[in-house]
C-alpha cells in the first residue's frame, strides 16, 4: 500500500480559525515569545505562561477541524497515512486523523516540570497554577518551548524516511529543525507543497509540485488527486 506522509503547519489550523504566531492581528501579537513560551519565562511569570495556554485552549474548543483536516483523514481510507504537525491542537484527531505525530507538543496535554516522560491529559481548557502530576512535581503545558529540544523530531524523520508520497501543507518551512524533515524524504519520492505563499523549497531535491492554495481549498483537491491516480 502507497505510504503518504503529510507534514503540516500553521496554516492548516488557520483555516479553522487558530490564531498563529504570525498572525499580525492573532493571539500571539498580545504576547512576546520570550514572555510565554520560553522555560525562562515559565519560572519568572509562571502565571502569565499557565493563562496564555488557557486562553489558547479556551479558542481551540470553539473551532473545528477544517475541509483540509478532513481531506488528510480521508487519505486513510485509501493510502497508509502518517501526520507530522508542527501544530499543538488535537484537530487532526478530531478530523479522524489515527496515526499523527506532534513535534512541538499537544496542548490538551501537560507534564510533570520534573519529568518529562510523565504526561497527563487536561480536562477542560483551564489549568489550575497549583495542578500537580503525580510525582509531586507542578503541571507545566506539554508544549516544546522555544530553546528546548524536540523529542519527537528522530521519531518524525523516520516517518519521513518511509513515504512514497509526502504532502508539505500549510508550513513555511522556516521553522527549524521541523522544515528540515523534508530532505528526509528517499530520491525520486513526489513532494507536493500545499501553500498560498511562497515557502522556503530551496532544499527540496525531490520532484516538486506547488500548489499555490489555501489549505482549505488546495488539500482536498490533492488528496482527490491523489486518489484517482494511484488508488
Known amino acids: 500500500m502507497t505510504k503518504i506522509v503529510v507534514f503540516t503547519g500553521a496554516g492548516v489550523s488557520a483555516d479553522s480559525g487558530i490564531s498563529t504566531f504570525r498572525d499580525s492581528d492573532g493571539l500571539w501579537a498580545n504576547y512576546r515569545i520570550e514572555d510565554v513560551c520560553t522555560p525562562e519565562a515559565l519560572v519568572r511569570n509562571r502565571a502569565q505562561v499557565i493563562e496564555f495556554y488557557n486562553i489558547r485552549r479556551r479558542e481551540l474548543f470553539s473551532v473545528e477541524p477544517n475541509a483540509a483536516h478532513r481531506a ?5 481510507q485509501h493510502f497508509d497515512v502518517e501526520v507530522v504537525t508542527q501544530n499543538v491542537d488535537n484537530l487532526h484527531e478530531r478530523a479522524g ?3 499523527v505525530t506532534h513535534l512541538h507538543g499537544e496542548l490538551m496535554k501537560l507534564r510533570s516540570e520534573r519529568n518529562p516522560e510523565l504526561i497527563v491529559p487536561i480536562e477542560g481548557w483551564e489549568q489550575t497554577l497549583d495542578a500537580r502530576a503525580e510525582d509531586g512535581a507542578l503541571l507545566r503545558p506539554h508544549i516544546v518551548f522555544f530553546g528546548e529540544s524536540v523529542p519527537m523530531f528522530d521519531a518524525a524523520t523516520r516517518i519521513a524516511a ?5 504532502i508539505v501543507v500549510g508550513t513555511s518551512l522556516a521553522v527549524y529543525p521541523a522544515a528540515s524533515l523534508v530532505r528526509y524524504a528517499r530520491a525520486g519520492v513526489p513532494v507536493y507543497v500545499v501553500d498560498p505563499g511562497n515557502p522556503d523549497v530551496a532544499m527540496i531535491r525531490n520532484p516538486l509540485t506547488h500548489i499555490k492554495a489555501r489549505a482549505a481549498e488546495g488539500m482536498p483537491a490533492l488528496a482527490e488527486k491523489l486518489i484517482n491516480e494511484l488508488k
Open 72 to 76: 488528510i483523514a480521508e487519505l486513510e
Open 97 to 99: 486523523s489515527t496515526r
Open 162 to 166: 518511509s513515504a512514497d508520497v509526502m
